[in-house]
């Protein structure tokens, strides 16, 4: 009767996850972003070429990156990313986001209140200088009445319940944000096995196995595009297509550590083994 008594109570316990990063201290979250310039982030737009931040689109005000076009006479398809320096495979990204102001002319209608974040992004330096958007997974923000944390796929797939999903683009369970809110959010990424996309630490929108494939992406190498290969990493990458918005508080936690418990560089929510970081017990 015991034994059962404490079966049934486990079963009744909510159940967690080991490895659940929602308790990491501060101090294990690198940030990106040090709220003053551009330091280690690089910027790609269409029919330019690498780094070269055509009429300041990418700039810093009030510490947060603000995408603006205010010294453009018109968009261009001047489609735009600013990609952190660094190539990830396990992580948590987070940040905060907020749109402002009026979609630049020329600029695409579905482009209205909508921006996002790439990420698993081919390195910046192999996009061609015409190509409008890099080989990646897009975690979407969107407001004007609509869901945000949906998730689009230039030149990638993803499967959901064992099936890849056909559509472009796949609804988040988020609620609607006004127009000019900041959202904070966070994208859990685990290698090529499995992303998170995630409001406030709540699950809105989940999937599997990011592959390279399908279409949407133009004007690509077709050497990098090399469909059926699993995605595992890869760059990050803030978006910019006509409609002015603002980033902040821009913060990274590595999934990918020590996994020795004896060792001081040991965290409970690693979830992919690099022994490189253990320091000396």
């Given amino acids: 009767m015991r034994t059962l008594a404490l079966l049934l109570t486990l079963l009744i316990l909510p159940q967690t996850d080991a490895t659940d990063w929602r308790s990491a201290p501060r101090e294990d979250w690198r940030d990106l972003f040090n709220g003053r310039n551009l330091d280690g982030w690089v910027v790609k737009l269409a029919h330019h070429e690498l780094g070269d931040n055509y009429a300041d689109t990418f700039r810093v005000e009030n ?7 205010d010294k453009y ?3 261009g398809e001047r489609f735009g990313h600013l990609f952190y320096n660094e190539r990830l495979s396990h992580y948590v990204l987070a940040l905060e986001y907020r749109f402002f102001g009026e979609q630049m002319q020329g600029g695409p209608d579905y482009a209205r209140l909508n921006s996002g974040v790439m990420f698993h992004s081919q390195a910046p330096e192999t996009i061609l200088k015409d190509q409008d958007w890099p080989i990646s997974v897009e975690a979407q923000f969107l407001a ?10 230039p030149g990638t797939e993803i499967f959901m319940k064992g099936e890849m999903v ?3 683009c796949t609804d988040a369970t988020s609620k609607i944000y006004a127009d000019d809110e900041w959202v904070a959010v966070e994208v859990e990424v685990r290698g090529a096995e499995s992303v998170r996309h995630m409001i406030g630490g709540e699950a809105v929108l989940s999937y599997e196995k990011p592959t390279i494939g399908g279409g949407v992406a133009n004007g690509y190498d077709p050497a990098v595009k090399k469909d059926g290969t699993a995605l595992g990493d890869g760059y990050i990458g803030l978006q910019a297509e ?3 918005v603002e980033f902040r508080n821009i913060r990274l936690l590595n999934l990918s550590g020590c996994m020795d418990q004896a060792s001081p560089a040991y965290r409970a929510y690693f979830v992919h083994r690099d022994d490189s970081r253990c ?3």
Avoid: L, W
């Fill in 63 to 69: 510490g947060a990156i603000r995408v603006m076009y």
């Fill in 73 to 75: 006479d018109d968009f």
């Fill in 144 to 153: 004007g009445k609509r869901t945000t944390m949906n998730v689009c796929t």
């Fill in 166 to 168: 056909k559509e472009h």
């Fill in 242 to 244: 006509s409609q002015p």
């Fill in 279 to 281: 320091t000396a017990r």
